[in-house]
């Protein structure tokens, strides 16, 4: 049995001061004890222990253009244009490299799980690897560097905008049919540490007659996101070739329901509300990068009180900070509403939390109690950032930079920012979109 002692814990009943945590050798937490000293043997946690983080959305690759698209203004669509070119870029080995040094920067701010929304999955002129799923394989291998656990979103991509073919670097993302990207998901591997999930790009890119066969085609046991509504100009085009909004375009192909996650979910009618919460399909918020690609911000206490569990995601990492998009959640509600405290500290715990890894297909996860992987984050709570907050409200303060340390499935895999295997994040990610990179 390994041994942790927390200064104070955050239990599903409430914030515990002195708690030990006994690790089995299955990596889950099997004694805790509130109120007592902490042994010689045990691992000390100081400052507020959080559950670990999901990190329910991300795109590995679109780490390389932070920094790199605030100069000519411009709209989604416009940075659009430079993803495409920096996707144009990869090969299996540069974007292991890439991914490994991202997950990396996500275990030192205290994500255990990331769901890898996963498209670039052929060579650039479209064609097939020999082995066709090296791509994924490549962030199923980055992932376990990185020491977290990982659930790659396979996503189905058939057309390039409603009615429109796959062209330029677009060809990378597309299986030629739904069949063809049915037989490719079921030949990848699962193992201990990761799932094996599907996806929908949005509807933009799988058309409504095919909408039913790639849910069928993933199966039951799958986890199922898909882009929604992120943009005015998709629900659109959506209402002018289907007379519907995507939220109903979606429902009507079975694709919402408990297994399934809407990421972003900004540009929603009441119906859509009501469709998303009555499926109990959860949403998934981006905040940091919806505000980054000027998006907009959602309703989500709507959707989280007609009955869809909030989640939250870094999508293109204009930052990594999970804490950070945690507030940013609220902060948009309170921009938008004009009204404080729409969601209380608790509630986005549990959606960086026991949500997220719902999300991703870790259910029990994300909770500190027995039974549950032993993943515990750690926050300083004497920096300039966390000095004098209320244990409860600390998650409404600090930041990535107050995490000394990150463990997963009872392992310490980051310690005062810096990764336990891999080292200083810095240098690790500047060799990787260096390498990316090569030849501008």
Do not use: K
């Not at 946690?45 to 690759?61: E, I, T």
């Amino acid at each position: 049995m390994e041994w942790f002692w927390c200064e104070r814990a955050w239990l599903p009943a409430g914030t515990a001061e002195s708690v030990l945590v006994g690790v089995a050798p299955d990596g889950r937490i099997a004694e805790l004890r509130p109120g007592v000293r902490a042994p010689a043997e045990a691992e000390r946690l100081a400052g507020l222990v959080l559950p670990g983080f999901a990190n329910a959305h991300s795109h590995a690759f679109h780490r390389g253009l932070r920094g790199r698209t605030h100069d000519a203004g411009g709209t989604f669509w416009t940075w659009r244009s430079e993803m495409y070119d920096l996707a144009e870029r990869l090969d299996p080995d540069n974007y292991l490299a890439l991914a490994r040094a991202v997950y990396a920067e996500m275990a030192v701010a205290g994500i255990s799980c990331v769901g890898e929304f996963h498209y670039v999955h052929h060579d650039r002129d479209g064609r097939c690897y020999a082995e066709p799923n090296i791509m994924g394989q490549a962030l199923q291998e980055a992932a376990r560097q990185a020491g977290i656990r990982l659930t790659l979103l396979d996503t189905c991509y058939l057309t390039g905008d409603i009615g429109q073919p796959l062209s330029g670097p677009q060809r990378r993302f597309g299986d030629g049919g739904v069949e063809e990207w049915a037989r490719r998901l079921h030949d990848m591997d699962a193992d201990a540490d990761t799932r094996i999930g599907a996806a929908v790009h949005s509807v933009r890119a799988v058309p409504r007659e095919r909408l039913a066969d790639v849910v069928a085609g993933a199966g039951t046991d799958r986890p199922l996101h898909v882009h929604l509504s992120e943009q005015p100009a998709e629900n659109e085009a959506c209402a002018r070739t289907y007379g519907a909004s995507p939220t109903e375009v979606l429902h009507d192909a079975g694709v919402l329901g408990p297994r399934t996650t809407a990421v972003h979910a900004t540009h929603l009618q009441d119906g859509d509300i009501a469709l998303l919460g009555s499926s109990r399909t959860a949403s998934c918020f981006c905040p940091t990068t919806e505000a980054d690609l000027a998006d907009g911000i959602g309703p989500a206490r709507e959707l989280a009180d007609a009955g869809s569990p909030i989640c939250l995601g870094s999508d293109q990492h204009a930052v990594v900070d999970p804490l950070l998009e945690a507030r940013g959640l609220e902060a948009g509600e309170r921009l938008r509403t004009g009204q404080r405290g729409r969601f209380r500290p608790a509630e986005l715990v549990a959606s960086l939390g026991e949500h997220g890894h719902a999300s991703l297909g870790w259910p029990g996860a994300g909770r500190i109690e027995v039974g549950a992987p032993a993943d515990l984050v750690a926050v300083r709570t004497d920096t300039a950032t966390t000095a004098g907050c209320l244990p409860e409200q600390v998650p409404m303060a600090a930041t990535a930079a107050d995490v000394h340390t990150t463990v997963v499935n009872g392992r310490v895999v980051a310690r005062d920012g810096v990764h336990e295997r891999l080292g200083e994040v810095g240098p690790l990610l500047a060799a990787a979109l260096a390498a990316v990179r090569e030849g501008d």
